[in-house]
């Protein structure tokens, strides 16, 4: 070998040390402690993100798809519950005063004003009020949500609504008179009143008790903010109430029916109230 040949062997022999000890001043053959922790971090926020987003896919279709097919399965046991409470519930006659301006006359002896007080009393049906979560009607109308009814349960609470419709406590059972408030959810739990916004000024609603069936005709459709609770308030005559989330998907608005009784067991007594 000669003299030449040593020192080109020399110079690889130097060029892979500097390769092997990072001593070259160039690109490392190994990673720094810094790249490897970016690394690292980099991989835990991927892994992150993931997991946020199949947490997010599974809400979804929990919400949508899981919540809705069990409301579905419990509408079953809610017929047998609301058929079997047609056979059970009390009905009796009651004495009903429609609400009138109170008239007052004057004492002619003394000049004070005397009320008179509502002279009329009239004769009603009316059924007992079920206890909280037990169904007791059906409600249906011409939308496909409520085409093939829903069963109408006492008690607006989260568990209440998880069943379907929910009757408000504290306002008139359908087809007695006063306002009759029904509240359902429009996106989860079934979403029975999904379509709500599809009825239209002169639609029927049909809602169906242990009294018989009582029809309505929507008169009014609006659009409200959460806390304006005047629409549950009583009305002269005889009333239901549907109310709901608005837009779907958000709770910011409340999307509500006003609906007049026009048929049912008391229709005749109400109306000549009036």
């Known amino acids: 070998m000669g003299d030449g040949d040593v020192l080109q062997t020399?110079?690889?022999?130097?060029?892979?040390?500097?390769?092997?000890?990072?001593?070259?001043?160039?690109?490392?053959?190994?990673?720094?402690?810094?790249?490897?922790?970016?690394?690292?971090?980099?991989?835990?926020?991927?892994?992150?993100?993931?997991?946020?987003?199949?947490?997010?896919?599974?809400?979804?279709i929990h919400a949508l798809f899981i919540t809705t097919y069990f409301s579905n399965q419990n509408q079953g046991a809610l017929a047998e519950q609301r058929i079997e409470n047609y056979k059970t519930v009390v009905i009796e006659e009651v004495e009903?005063?429609?609400?009138?301006?109170?008239l007052a006359i004057e004492d002619p002896q003394t000049g004070e004003l005397i009320s008179q007080g509502p002279?009329?009393?009239?004769?009603?049906?009316?059924?007992?009020?079920?206890p909280l979560g037990e169904a007791f009607a059906i409600i249906r109308a011409d939308i496909p949500s409520l085409a093939n009814g829903w069963n109408v349960v006492e008690g607006?609470?989260?568990?209440?609504?998880?069943?379907?419709?929910?009757?408000?406590?504290?306002?008139?059972?359908?087809?007695?008179?006063?306002?009759?408030?029904i509240a359902g959810h429009r996106?989860?739990?079934?979403?029975?009143f999904s379509d709500l916004d599809l009825l239209e000024i002169g639609d029927p609603?049909?809602?169906?008790?242990?009294?018989?069936?009582?029809?309505?005709?929507?008169?009014?459709?609006?659009?409200?903010?959460?806390?304006?609770?005047?629409?549950?308030d009583n009305r002269d005559g005889a009333w239901l109430t549907l109310t709901t989330c608005e837009p779907k998907f958000s709770a910011r608005k409340r999307l509500i029916v006003f609906a007049e009784l026009v048929s049912g067991p008391n229709f005749a007594t109400i109306q000549g109230s009036l």
Request: glycine fraction near 10%; aromatic fraction near 6%; hydrophobic fraction near 40%.
């Open 10 to 60: 020399h110079e690889i022999a130097g060029a892979e040390a500097e390769l092997v000890n990072g001593t070259n001043g160039d690109v490392p053959l190994n990673d720094s402690p810094s790249r490897s922790r970016l690394a690292r971090v980099t991989r835990g926020f991927g892994w992150l993100f993931i997991n946020v987003g199949l947490f997010l896919v599974g809400f979804v």
């Open 96 to 102: 009903w005063t429609p609400p009138t301006d109170v």
């Open 119 to 130: 002279t009329e009393i009239l004769t009603i049906k009316q059924e007992s009020v079920p």
């Open 156 to 181: 607006v609470s989260v568990a209440n609504l998880k069943n379907g419709a929910g009757h408000m406590p504290g306002t008139p059972l359908p087809g007695q008179p006063g306002n009759s408030v």
């Open 205 to 232: 609603i049909e809602v169906e008790t242990a009294l018989g069936l009582n029809v309505y005709v929507v008169r009014e459709v609006i659009i409200v903010d959460p806390t304006d609770v005047w629409v549950t």
């Open 187 to 192: 996106t989860t739990y079934g979403a029975p």
